[in-house]
């Protein structure tokens, strides 16, 4: 079994950049701990809680290598990742997040962790 997570930013402008963001994050191997700060201060769709400045203030928070960040967001490099994964995810039926995926299930919405583990162990075969 294997995690992929992909990018389904579909409310706006700020939520496509938060993404690219995101990926600007992970260059420097903080992927998680960028997320992590960007559902903490989520504040409402595209009311200026993602815009640029915000973002790279983010990087700093967390310890990133400003310039190298401030680079990549400026450059819109992960753009094209970010809009190839919100189309695969529209060809799959996600119309919001989260949308799981379990062997091709899709499963929508937030579920309790406990379900999660469920229906993992049942897909490995381990369930009890």
Known sequence: MRFEYKHFAFIGAESTQAAEA???ANEQGQFWPYHNTLFANQRGENVGAFRDAALKNFAAAIGLDEAAFNECLDSGRHS???QTEIEEGRERGVEST???FINGERIN???PFDQLETLIQI???ISE
């Open 98 to 100: 989260p949308t799981l």
């Open 123 to 125: 897909q490995l075969g």
């Open 109 to 111: 919405g937030a579920i």
């Open 22 to 24: 995101a990926e600007c």
């Open 80 to 82: 094209q990742v970010i």
